[in-house]
């Protein structure tokens, strides 16, 4: 994993990597010789067992964390910084490892740097991240996560009187990310945006269940307004099909944040079509699932559905199908 952070020790050393620090001379051949920047600007965590107890299974790989900081020029469509983490990626792609990355939006990082990455190197996926709502983060309800909200791998003390056990996720001083944490993150995020995915087509049909079915056409405006009812859910499918025409505004990108935070979840997918694209075979079912929600709930045009009921076996059906194509069943 590579996780592009606040990480409050590098930050302490002066470590933030921006377009001032790479100006510098000390930097100078950086994006040239990106091993000169072990140890400084970006370092290694490696995976261990923390007590082996017969009960946590040994890696089949070998697993490490990369850990660096980088604040973005916001709005800058070429910029030191990008290319420095282009380098970085390059760098451990050559060892042709499994890899991951994590952004973080509050250091200025969007939508076009992960399709960026995505669209030019073979990741197993390249997420967005922040206010300690993603699975990245640990949280004590979910019992898995790595990160505190701190800038530093996530600690806890143990609380006898409430029953709970110390926990800690990473051993900084020896640089070791305890496997059972790790684990449980990379599984997660090998399947988030099937997870995501699944989780919007159960709370689409689980709201339209609501509506009586009388054999009858229903104008898409109709369907649309009774989205509507669920601000959080129909910001969700704005956000799902990532249309040019009508994206989400920065007031409902905040609503929507909002949302996330209060349910501690991620509940935006601006990092989930530039990862399904990569993957030329959900181009089309992506699409198709797209288009449907734009016609009858986002941007109706006077459109209308022959009934309620077809229509949702129509969404389930498409939505079925996407998730069979990013996660196909086994013969």
Known sequence: MLIVWKWRDLEKKGYVVDADLLAQPAYA??????????????????????QPDGTTKPLNTPG??????????????????????????????????????????????????VTLLSNNYSLVGCFLIGDGRDVVYYRPERKRGLLGDNGRFYAAPAEPDQG?????????????????????????????????????????????????????????????????????LYLR????????C????????????????????AYEFDDLKANLLAHRNVTQEYAAISDLLHHTLVHPEDKEV??????????????????EAINPKKP
């Open 246 to 265: 009508c994206p989400l505004s920065p007031k409902q990108s905040k609503a929507l944040d909002t949302y996330g935070k209060n349910a501690a979840k």
């Open 306 to 323: 022959s009934s309620i009921n077809s229509w949702l076996r129509e969404l389930d059906h498409k939505f079925s199908q996407l998730l």
């Open 64 to 113: 490490k964390i990369v850990r660096t900081f980088v604040v973005r020029t916001m709005n800058a469509p070429n910029c030191p910084e990008v290319a420095y983490l282009q380098r970085l990626v390059e760098h451990y792609q050559k060892e042709e490892n499994d890899l991951m990355v994590f952004l973080h939006r509050r250091d200025g990082f969007v939508q076009k740097d």
């Open 29 to 50: 051949n950086t994006l040239e010789n990106i091993s000169e920047a072990f140890g400084t600007l970006y370092d290694e965590f490696e995976v261990q067992e923390q």
């Open 237 to 244: 499918v704005i956000s799902f099909i990532d249309d040019d």
């Open 164 to 232: 709970r056990p110390e926990v800690r996720t990473a051993n900084p001083r020896k640089k070791i990310v305890f496997a059972r944490f790790f684990r449980k993150v990379w599984t997660y995020y090998q399947h988030e945006f099937y997870t995501k995915i699944f989780e919007l087509r159960e709370d689409l049909l689980r709201h339209f269940y609501q509506l009586t079915d009388d054999q009858s056409k229903v104008q898409s405006a109709i369907l649309t307004k009774h989205l509507q009812e669920d601000d959080a």
